[in-house]
């Protein structure tokens, strides 16, 4: 009656359902299967690209469900939640029984089992079993631990066995896979990772933040002095370098080269090379009159308003694109425009954006405005795009990849092993039967109590001469 | 003198060769062919790991000067190579010739895809200027051969299996269905542990040159898928006790996450794919 109770006792149902390892199988197939919307669905991307991709009804559906962060979203974070708190319970439940079995109060060896096992060699020596005896009590003791021996009616068993504490490994996989999830915690509670662009002669020490409109302000400035690419014979990128030299109050304090696998890590944060860019430092704007063909020019920069001629209005270089895609074409490198006209309201979001072609100065005809716009005599300068980290869990994270990989090969390849050597006295001499045998009773075993039983013949061979 | 694409191209056909031989042993129950396809697989690995020592000294000779692991090619190649190592000693510690029969087959296939694409020594694009490369590549395709090799008696599971009653048939060849039972077991847990070391490699490598361990790129994202199929293999095996055609089954929905980690995230935009 008590049992039965215990049984129905909540926290035991709460943790029988946690200790479960068909909870695991189904955890860990769920999260294998939800993994792969992810990478189906462009992760992160705007709106705008979502909307195009897949239409009014999917966009809500999708949005509403955290597809296009998926792997940030409630339901795949709790799927992890699940996982680690089945690895904890799962670990602690088992923990004790196993515990049990690597420091036994008392080693027992069941004969039976040895004699009856697929594995077991068995041959015959000349000598009588005493005889024999210590040789195969020493050859055991050098190959296994806890040797013990037991009496029988008409001989001796030796036993050996080795390996109990392999049992540890798999205990140690699931902390190495709780390290990782601490550390990932650590990482993203306490580390940021950001980006931003410095152009050559530039310092930068504000970045904004990946996957949101936040900014960051570092403790120090990025200055990058120099950036260069270097191409193989081919064309092909061989080296993206950036030389940046990092400030403190307008002060170089440390300069060093960036560069494809080769960051800069500075007090805890790291900066590595991650893109590169050119932008137009000073250019000519050119105003066409489409009926005259009278072309007036103007000096500009990134950000300029020019008065077009005739009061015609101002015209704004917003931007600048390195192969712009305009419904679908890549125009290659680009302005990006929008006129204001005299009276109107300032208003950034309604004003309509053209594109000016740098390849094509006769571009902006198909927008039949008054003049006909077009760009030339552009400057440019590199900036580098640069990537910035700071993840204190990574360390963590480390420990636990080493700790993967040990506890994998000794859960894997390394086992629990006994061995039995039975002495038979006969009359012919002595009857021998040998087993090597594993819990996890591998097809090897076979193989190793042949090499094992082969050993040893040897070892009572020489003991004769 | 010969180069390393001509070598590869007698490998492909040597490995062929295996296949054929291979087959000839099992339908005919003949002992000789079985021998000549050992044998045929022997010189293979030997041409196919000289091949790959060439394509590393012409990568030299050229001014390159990387480890042959860069593209798909040269990963097909040395997949090809994982395997046919991982098949040879197999049959060579449990006297299992019909391994080779459904392993060869991989190994031969890996290379004749390897001859339908760009087989050029490229100079390294500056991402993969990196040491962690040749770790990251061979514990990778390491894992992939043994999660091959898994497939591949998977498959003999099925065929075992399925057949009705014993004798007089060619099945009769095929070892007992518990014995491939188990050596699926340790072929996936070959593979998982190396898979593991390769998706470490690679983690460890992407915080040396992006500064995030883990991105959820494509590529990463199912190698973790793959990672988790076998997981949940070996935990459905040593703890639930499942055996046999739920674990063949296990194995060959790990192996199509192999498949598709290793090509089909090329069709997947991320940093992984190859063109």
Known sequence: MNQQAARNNPVNRVWKFFASVKLSVVVLLALAATSVIGTLIPQNASPMMYMQRYGDT????????????????????????????????????RLSATWKIIFPRKINFQASRFRKSKERVEWREGDAPDQLFNTCKEFVSRHFRHVSTQDTDNGTLVFGEKGRWTRLGVYAVHTSILLMVIGGLIGSLYGFEGFTNVSEGEAVQRISLKNSNKKKTLPFAIRCDDFSISHYESGMPKEYRSTVSILKDQEAVHQADIRVNDPLRYKGINIFQSSYGRIPEKFTIVFADPGSGIAYEKQASLGSRIEMPANKGTLIIEDFRDNFRLRGHNIGDSFICRIKRGGQEEDGQTGNFFALPLNYPRFDRMRQGDFVISAKNVDFRYYTGLQITRDPGVPIVYVGFAIIIIGCYITFFMQHKQICVELRGSREGTDMMLACISPKN?????AASRKVALQLQNQLQSRER | MITSSGIFSIITFIYGLAVVFYAVSWVFKKELPAKLASAA????????????????????????????????????????????TLYLYLQLRYKLRIVGLVASPIAFLAMAYASLVNSSIEPLIPALQSNWLIAHVITCFIGYAGFAVAFGISILYFIKAGSSKPGQTITDKIPHVDMLDELNHQMVMFGFLFLSAGIIT????????????????????????????????LHARLMRGWTGRRIAVLSCAGFIAVIFTYFGVNLLPGLHSYQ
Request: a neutral charge; one cysteine or more; glycine letters at 10%.
């Open chain 1, 58 to 93: 999917l966009y809500p559906v999708f949005k509403a469900l955290g597809f296009f962060d998926m792997y940030h979203a409630w339901w795949f974070r709790l799927l992890l939640g699940l996982l680690t708190v089945n690895i904890i319970v799962c670990s602690i439940d």
């Open chain 1, 442 to 446: 591998r097809p090897g075993m076979k």
């Open chain 2, 41 to 84: 697989t022997v010189v293979a690995i030997a041409g196919n790991l000289g091949g790959i020592i060439l394509r590393w000294i012409e990568s030299y000779q050229m001014g390159y000067g990387h480890a042959p692991l860069s593209n798909l090619y040269e990963s097909l190649v040395f997949f090809a190579l994982c395997t046919a």
């Open chain 2, 202 to 233: 690679g983690a460890v490598w992407a915080n040396q040159a992006w500064g995030r361990y883990w991105g959820w790129d494509p590529k990463e994202t199912w190698s973790l898928i793959t990672w988790l199929i076998y997981a949940s293999l």
